[in-house]
């Protein structure tokens, strides 16, 4: 039995795990490579945010989000 996590089942986490792997499967043109990699690095930050913030309890909480 696969182990779910709280932040899993928001939807703004999904949304953004969405976002995130749209950036790692979509081809930038060559010149563009940096807002690929700010993208990515950006969209994986925001992801790794929410699951922190889902952990905290409350005032340290709403100062997260």
């Known amino acids: 039995m696969a182990r779910s996590f709280p932040h899993e ?3 703004c986490y999904q ?3 969405t976002v995130s792997r749209w950036f790692r499967s979509v081809d930038f043109p060559s010149g563009d490579a940096d807002l690929k990699s700010q993208g990515k690095r950006a969209a994986s930050s925001i992801v790794l945010n ?3 913030g889902s952990r905290m309890q409350g005032r340290n909480r ?3 989000f």
């Open 15 to 17: 949304r953004a795990l």
């Open 50 to 52: 929410i699951a922190e």
């Open 9 to 11: 089942r928001l939807s």
């Open 62 to 64: 709403r100062k997260h």
